[in-house]
C-alpha cells in the first residue's frame, strides 16, 4: 500500500531532551516535506527536500532540523525542544519535486513538551 | 509575499443545505498552484483538487465545485446539498517555485459543520 508513515504518532515529553520524529514513503517521492498544525493558523511548512541531500527552511524552521540520506527517509529532529513546539506535525511527500503535484501526507505524530 | 486567507474559521448548516468556503491568495508569480484538502475529524489531510494559474475553468465534481478567479485572486470551493460526511476543516493551499525549491502555504482552515 502506498503510504506515508510517522512514528512516534503521540510523544509527551519535557523540554531539551532531544527527540526524532521519523518519516518513510514508499513511492519513490523525490519531494517531501514537514509541516505543523496549530489552531487558528493552518499548517506551516518547516522544512522541506527536494531530493536526496537537499533540503530547506520553509516559514518555521527554527528550532529544527532535518536530513535526507536516502529517498524514503525524511526524520524531523528537535534537538533541544521548548513547549512552543508542542504541536500536530505531518510529513508529507509528492512525486517529481514539481509544485502542482498534491501531497501525500502521513498520519501526523503529536507532541508535546512539557 | 504569499498569503493565503481563509476567513470563515467555522461554519455551520444544516444538511442539504449549500455552502462556500473562501479562498483568497496573494502572491507575485504568474506560475502558481492552488489547491484544496480536507481533514475529518479522524485527523488525515485528504487532497480534493489543484488548479494551475494559467487554468482558470472551474471544475465540478460530485457535489464539489471550484470557482477559480485570478481577477480576484479567489479559489473558492462549493459544496451542493452538504451531507453530515462533509463536516471537516477545509484547507486551501498555494504552492510556488521559491528560491531553494518550491514552498507550500496553506490558509488556516475553516472548519464546517454539517448538522442533520
Known amino acids: 500500500e502506498a503510504q506515508v508513515t510517522q512514528n512516534p504518532r503521540y510523544l509527551i515529553t519535557v523540554t531539551g531532551k532531544k527527540l526524532t520524529v521519523t518519516c518513510s514513503q514508499n513511492?519513490?517521492?523525490?519531494?517531501m516535506s514537514w509541516y505543523r498544525q496549530d489552531p487558528g493558523l493552518g499548517l506551516r511548512q518547516i522544512y522541506y527536500?527536494?531530493?536526496?541531500?537537499?533540503?530547506d527552511k520553509g516559514d518555521v524552521p527554527e528550532g529544527y532540523k532535518v536530513s535526507r540520506k536516502e529517498k524514503r527517509n525524511f526524520p524531523l529532529i528537535l534537538e533541544s525542544p521548548s513547549p512552543n513546539q508542542t504541536s500536530l506535525y505531518f510529513c508529507?511527500?509528492?512525486?517529481?519535486?514539481?509544485?502542482?503535484?498534491?501531497?501525500?501526507f502521513g498520519p501526523g505524530t503529536r507532541l508535546t513538551v512539557l | 509575499a504569499q498569503k493565503v486567507t481563509q476567513a470563515q474559521t467555522e461554519i455551520s448548516v444544516v444538511e442539504k443545505e449549500d455552502v462556500t468556503l473562501d479562498c483568497v491568495y496573494e502572491?507575485?508569480?504568474?506560475?502558481?498552484?492552488l489547491f484544496w484538502y480536507k481533514q475529518p475529524p479522524s485527523g488525515e489531510l485528504v487532497f480534493l483538487i489543484r488548479?494551475?494559474?494559467?487554468?482558470?475553468q472551474n471544475e465540478i465534481s460530485g457535489r464539489y465545485s471550484w470557482n477559480f478567479q485570478k481577477s480576484t485572486s479567489s479559489f473558492n470551493f462549493t459544496i451542493t446539498a452538504s451531507q453530515v460526511v462533509d463536516s471537516a476543516v477545509y484547507f486551501c493551499?498555494?504552492?510556488?517555485?521559491?528560491?531553494?525549491?518550491?514552498?507550500?502555504?496553506f490558509g488556516a482552515g475553516t472548519r464546517l459543520f454539517v448538522k442533520a
Open positions: 508529507a511527500s509528492s512525486p517529481l519535486a514539481v509544485p502542482y503535484n498534491e501531497q501525500f
Open positions: 513511492m519513490n517521492h523525490e519531494y
Open positions: 527536500s527536494m531530493n536526496v541531500e537537499v533540503t
Open positions: 502572491t507575485r508569480d504568474t506560475t502558481y498552484y
Open positions: 488548479r494551475n494559474s494559467f487554468d482558470e
Open positions: 493551499a498555494l504552492s510556488e517555485i521559491d528560491t531553494g525549491g518550491f514552498k507550500t502555504i
